[in-house]
């Protein structure tokens, strides 16, 4: 089992930065592809960004490629997301989660935090 707790939402205006910290606790966290996701009701959850075991690889998707960064701290149990040049549609609940593959591409997460919510006002 990995437990898996974020913070850093809030509410920001266009432009502004968040940063997301994602703290894992029960496994070993540097055995895990970490991933950020976010949904907006009635839109599907969709895989903002991941990075591999190692911190080597990250993955993006195209509407947030230049304004986001992943980065994972393995002696701190602990993965980020630096949210910058934020815009409206990035509002979401933004959700970690933990995948035992090594392929950073992949989409078999098993473990899921509860979320924290991000709201960008215009």
């Known amino acids: 089992q990995v437990q898996l707790v974020e913070s850093g939402g809030g509410l920001v205006q266009a432009g502004g930065s968040l940063r997301l910290s994602c703290v894992a606790s029960?496994?070993?966290?540097?055995?895990?592809?970490m991933g950020w996701f976010r949904r907006t009701p009635p839109k599907e959850r969709e895989r903002v960004a991941a990075i591999s075991k190692n911190g080597q690889i990250t993955t993006y998707v195209d509407s947030v490629k230049g304004r986001f960064t992943i980065s994972r701290d393995n002696a701190k149990n602990t993965v980020y997301l630096q949210m910058n040049s934020l815009k409206p549609e990035d509002t979401a609940v933004y959700y970690c989660?933990?995948?035992?593959?090594?392929?950073?591409?992949?989409?078999?997460?098993?473990?899921w935090g509860q979320g924290t919510q991000v709201t960008v006002s215009s």
């Open positions: 029960g496994q070993t966290f540097s055995e895990y592809t």
């Open positions: 989660a933990a995948a035992p593959s090594s392929w950073v591409a992949t989409t078999d997460y098993n473990y």
